[in-house]
């Protein structure tokens, strides 16, 4: 599919809805990368998230499973309601405490039939954000840190369409639907490219420590000291470590002050019209490692909350669009030491819903 075009035209017809700036629609052709095909993935930005999301749903004919943390955007409740009519499984789990989809997502489904369970998670939230499809063409999965919300396609992220998915995929969906129906699943090691939970932070520091050239970072929220300390000591060895933080989030002031002091390159993002920087990406090496996922970087990310992550390697090409955009942004982004947080950003439609550090 174009997804250029159609994300074009599906946040145009967004701004209409929310009575945004069309303005916009320009501006998000130079805020997000183009899509990037390597192999059997392709890596999605912003607006061209949601119709992949739709044309996925749309081409559903066994079954479609979808886990996300905020679901509230009507296009995506309709598209369910829809494949459910006309006879697919269509099966969804929700975070049970997301405000929006307590009050658009859950109750819309459930007028519809569509089969819903809330997942609660002791101390943090269900945070995952991905769609498995059975298609004429097999098993299909869209993952990574987008929300399925009114306001998210607008924010600066992105999610990995899979064009031939392994079975982890479903495995992972199947054992969140159990486990909020009251049947605990114990933890399942799923084949790569896909880890979850635990299995997170631990492979991120391997790969930092074994990084040679370069680390590129976007990120959310950034509070992991473990972390922190694993991208100073590859600086220590000579790595170039360049990372992009989002400023509305308090905490990431600290993990600024300390890696520049560790002498890695911090700058903030720079809101277009005030959107998150809301990715949670780490490249190792230009593509010898690569993670997107929902996982933000600190202790509720890695150590309690439920996340899912994609690991790839070797992925010169998606990693590239990855690199660049994080040198595009780090260009015009703003000096940590210098920045005043109250002179850019702000809310519009986009940042509506909310973020805090916990739910994002």
Not at 101 to 128: D, N
């Amino acid at each position: 599919m174009a997804a250029a075009t159609i994300g074009s035209l599906v946040l145009a017809a967004g701004l209409l809805l929310t009575g945004c700036s069309p303005s916009l629609s320009a501006i998000a052709d130079e805020q997000v990368p183009a899509p990037v095909t390597e192999g059997n993935y392709t890596l999605l930005w912003g607006p061209e998230i949601k119709p992949e999301a739709l044309a996925m749903i749309a081409a559903s004919t066994v079954y479609c499973h979808l886990t996300m943390y905020e679901l509230s955007d009507q296009d995506i409740l309709d598209a369910l309601a829809q494949a459910e009519q006309r006879g697919v499984d269509v099966e969804v789990v929700l975070d049970a405490s997301e405000p929006h989809s307590q009050s658009v997502g859950y109750p819309y489904l459930k007028a519809h039939h569509v089969k819903v369970r809330l997942l609660s998670i002791p101390g943090g939230i269900s945070h995952i954000k991905s769609l498995v499809v059975q298609t004429p063409q097999g098993l299909q999965a869209l993952l990574g840190g987008m929300n399925f919300g009114s306001f998210s396609w607008g924010n600066h992220d992105a999610s990995v369409f899979v064009h031939h998915a392994n079975t982890s995929f479903e495995g992972l969906f199947e054992q969140d639907y159990a486990r909020a129906g009251g049947d605990p699943h114990p933890p399942i090691a799923f084949a790569p490219p896909l880890i979850y939970d635990t299995q997170i932070e631990p492979a991120m520091l391997q790969a930092i420590s074994g990084a040679r050239r370069s680390i590129d970072i976007e990120a959310f929220a950034f509070t992991s000291r473990t972390l922190i300390d694993a991208l100073a000591a590859a600086v220590s060895r000579g790595v170039k470590v360049a990372v992009l933080l989002d400023h509305k989030e308090p905490y990431n002031r600290r993990t600024a002050a300390r890696l520049i002091t560790a002498g890695a390159e911090v700058r903030y993002y720079a809101p277009y019209q005030g959107e998150y920087l809301h990715a949670k990406i780490l490249s190792v090496d230009n593509g010898r490692v690569l993670f997107v996922g929902s996982a933000n970087f600190s202790y509720h990310g890695f150590a309690v909350n439920h996340e899912g992550d994609l690991e790839l390697d070797q992925a010169p090409q998606l990693a590239a669009s990855v690199d660049n955009d994080v040198q595009n942004q780090m260009a015009r982004g703003k000096d940590p030491g210098s920045a005043n947080y109250g002179s850019y950003g702000g809310s519009n439609s986009y940042a509506a819903g909310g973020y805090g550090s916990a739910g994002n």
